[in-house]
């Protein structure tokens, strides 16, 4: 069984002009790093030309799907029908996509099914995790 679900999703990408861009992006869940999520965009969706990933927790998207979530770099909230809006902040400005909420919702479920919430902390291999840490410790 793979520990990593991904599911491309269609991103509007914000901008000041009237008009969004549609852009392709990824919603990655790997069981290996149980509390967090990863979204993708590819290199032409980006200001530098490099793919773009920002992680963030899978309780903030969980959240933000049904109400304002996040105060720092990520931040998640509903808006209208069917659309959430993640932006993510960084020195060079602030990036705001929307998502189809019911992409959002079907992502969750199958990481619901892979790490049910409340059980990530049995994922965790906490004594390589410590190890690393403390190697360059001695």
């Known amino acids: 069984m793979s520990t990593v679900i991904e599911q491309a999703v269609q991103a509007r990408l914000v901008a000041s002009a009237p008009q969004m861009e549609t852009v392709p992006a990824t919603l990655r869940y790997d069981r290996e790093d149980p509390f967090a999520v990863r979204m993708a965009f590819p290199p032409p969706a980006t200001l530098e030309g490099n793919e773009v990933s920002w ?41 705001m996509v929307h998502i189809r909420t019911s992409e959002v919702r079907r992502f969750l479920k199958r990481v619901q099914g892979m790490v049910p919430r409340g059980r990530e902390h049995i994922y965790l291999d906490l004594d390589h995790n410590l190890a690393e840490l403390l190697r360059d410790a001695c």
Do not use: I
């Not at 933000?64 to 029908?81: C, E, N, S």
């Open 55 to 95: 992680a963030f927790s899978r309780e903030l998207l969980t959240a933000g799907v049904d109400g304002p979530a996040g105060v720092g770099d990520v931040r998640v909230r509903p808006f209208g029908f069917d659309r959430t809006v993640l932006e993510f902040h960084a020195p060079e400005g602030v990036a």
